[in-house]
């Protein structure tokens, strides 16, 4: 087939494709790629706000006797920040970059459900409503991220400070789910042809795993907070001990999610190191299927780290000790992901670009962090320092070093792809340098801290404790990283006019991604990309080759099988509309009513039930498309 | 028109030009079974539910073992009657479900109308009998843990039950409009496909609800 050919076929492709232009087109676009913006975007506006609010802690803990903050105002403070950054930026982010990156790095046009994509959209932003609407009436959850009964049951927490809390994470596990079955549908179904399973970049197979493992481990903190819900509402007895109930019960399902939650987190931060380490090493990456290995053995892990709370353990050490064994039990697959990195780089030409540099410094944190993880499950230490500020030092080590900075490398890997421009190399650098050194200066303190035995979750401490110079040296650091925080936020919005425009490949990278122009246009590719290697883009010939034959009058994308990438059909693929919203609203009446009483349940599914027929009425094929 | 631009990278002036292998215009436009895409759908969204359906179980298993009585002494277990009644009919609708499948499969229009109508009909049926059988628990959710846990594993079960009925319904109105399409077919499939769920998920709750009280006892 011609060029010329090929060209007329694309404009008539992409005119399927594209979106009613205006609001409309806002609120009923099923396009990947601005759903995945707006939720991008709106985590990290919460990842600033909780970040701001960790700031005020820290001013208000940087001398002692400070009277900043009352203790209740402390307390919704961290509750606050702590259920954000956990359950509205971290989980729901990877997410993000999930629906953003893997159609383009299956060379696909959208994702296999677009209207669910959309829906978990418009559901988790009713989950940031929940918790921040409220918190600007006065009403803030106060019993820190995880909200034990009987603190959080009916007897001790009147008010709907902890309904909120509950329902919050209703609302964003819901919007989870719906993004998890669809990546998972679509690294199964939607691979081009020629991408088996072993040649399927790292990225997606961390998406992969992380998403199964939402999908098991979602479900038992929603059990939990439901039967809270149902304790606080209509007088269930799940966690009353005088009726036969059991408040461990409720640690016990929400532990059983709370293990693999950091993985959940931290798995895809594996798939963003991996990309990244590949380009900017320009080689492929060394040990590729233990990586694969190592990944999936995580995942079994995580699961299995509960069971040590039930059987080793007896009484469930929870909270605190989490985060230690959880590094323990990490420390083998994780060290030989960490060694298989570190070969790549030794054994390639590395370029040391911004994203590159958030990648060693991720390495160095998380080592670090690791160091102290390690420490706290020796069981004499541990007693020592649980509910200190040594955990507090670790967890922020282990998720800001091992989730927020491989971020910020794929946010800066991937800036010019999404928006056709180039950051600033120096400004990034230096946001880069500004971020990383303050917060260790902010956080490594925190471990002699605990060791001094300052307690977490104080809202202030005494002169005579000694406490003071370390906690104004902690304050010092986060300032620091503050500054850099917020010139890497300038260097993002200035580029977006102003940086240099970026082409098609700015890094050389060797994933499908890079073959499509930046930003990429409503129907991503020209043509069905054929994948003959693990770096496709890598290869020998010039040309890329594709197979052509999808529909050029309905949307459509190629379904294959799911080891082989076999072509089976083509598939259908709905286009814009409004009934995902409207399904996201009536979902979300109904949680909120459900707070309230328990008749929400009743009247509130019949406007969900009317808004999902409308959002799978049949339509004939020839009204498609618009 | 910016959108029909080639993916070449403009710029650096580096072309990728494209080589065509080969075309997907031969493909089928649907399939049914287990390569069709929305069947994955519908069994990823039972694994999660199937998680809190285990999930639910184990928490009834966990709160009968604190050893405070199951039920709970002057509690009478739930009466068996109703319950056997809703098991018989769900396993004989499930002999329906397999044959409105095969009907699906063989794209015959006419048997899938009547096997949707009827399905649906027993469907109806069915939850009149749940109806019966939560009139017949003897305990209520507020009485003790061991009525809350009762009244979840009902409530969670018919929840799905009341849901499948219902999406049956409408899939059945919809293969009454004039133009069918092909994906009605797989959708009625998928259909069959969740009733499975529907069906075996009872026989674990059955035994929770109904035998575990019997065989646990008192305390
Ligand atoms: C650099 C910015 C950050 C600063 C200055 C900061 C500071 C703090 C402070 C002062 C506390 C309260 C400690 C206490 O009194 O016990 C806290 C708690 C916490 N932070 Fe951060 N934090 C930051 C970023 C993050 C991020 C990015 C995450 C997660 C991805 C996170 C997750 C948490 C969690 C889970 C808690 C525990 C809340 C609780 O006790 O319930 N933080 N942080
Ligand atoms: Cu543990």
Known sequence: MQQAELASEEARVAAIWRDKPGLWGFLTTVDHKRIAARYIVTTLALLIVAGILALDMRLQLSQPGMERMGPQRYNEAFSLHGSTMLFLVSVPVMEAMALWLVPLMLGQRNMAYPRLAAYSYWLYLGGVLMLWVPHALDVTPDLGWFEYPPLSGPTYSPGHRADIWAQMITFTEVAALAASVNVVATILKLRPPGMTLARMPLFLWAMLVTSLMTMLALPAVMLATSLLIADRLVGTQFFSPNAGGDVLLFQHLFWFFGHPEVYIIFIPAVGFISAIVETFSRRPLFGYTVQVLALISIGLLAFGLWVHHMFAVGLPRLGASFYTAASMAIALPVGLQIFCWIATIGSGRPRYDTPLLWIIGFIVTFVLGGLSGVMTASAPLDLQLTDTYFVVAHLHYVLVGGAMFPLFAALTYWYPKATGRMLSEWWGKVSFWLIFAGFNIGFFPMHILGLMGMPRRIYTYEEWTGWGTLNLVASGGVLIASAGASILVANALFSLRGGRRAGADPWGGSTLEWDCASPPPPHNFPATPVVESRTPLWRQEHAQAVMTGLSLKRREVLITSPGEAVPEYRQYSPGPSIWPLLSAIATGILFVGSIFTPWALVWGSIPVAVALIGWFWPRPVKEEPR | ?219
Request: contains cysteine; negative net charge; proline residues 4%.
């Open chain 2, 1 to 219: 028109m910016s959108e029909s631009s080639q993916p070449h990278d403009q710029a650096s002036g580096k072309l990728r030009p494209l080589r065509v292998v080969g075309s997907l215009s031969s493909l089928p436009d649907n399939v049914i079974g287990a390569a069709n895409l929305n069947v994955w759908g519908v069994v990823a969204f039972m694994m999660i539910e199937g998680m809190g359906f285990a999930l639910c179980g184990a928490a009834a298993l966990y709160l009968a073992s604190q050893g405070k009585g199951w039920p709970p002494s002057g509690t009478a277990p739930p009466d068996l009657s109703f319950g056997i009644a809703f098991t018989i009919l769900l396993l004989a609708s499930e002999v329906l479900n397999r044959w409105v499948d095969r009907k699906a499969w063989a794209h015959d229009l006419a048997g899938l109308r009547l096997g949707m109508v009827l399905i649906t009909a027993v469907g109806v049926v069915l939850i009149g009998v749940r109806a019966l059988e939560l009139m017949h628990l003897n305990v209520r959710w507020s009485d003790n843990a061991y009525g809350s846990t009762i009244w979840l594993l009902m409530v969670l079960h018919t929840s799905h039950l009341i849901t499948d009925v219902a999406d049956t319904a409408v899939q059945t109105e919809w293969l009454f409009r004039k133009e069918i399409e092909d994906k009605q077919f797989s959708g009625a499939s998928d259909n069959c496909l969740y009733w499975d769920f529907v069906v075996l998920t009872w026989l674990p709750i059955w035994g929770l609800v109904y035998w575990m009280p019997r065989f646990w006892g008192g305390s």
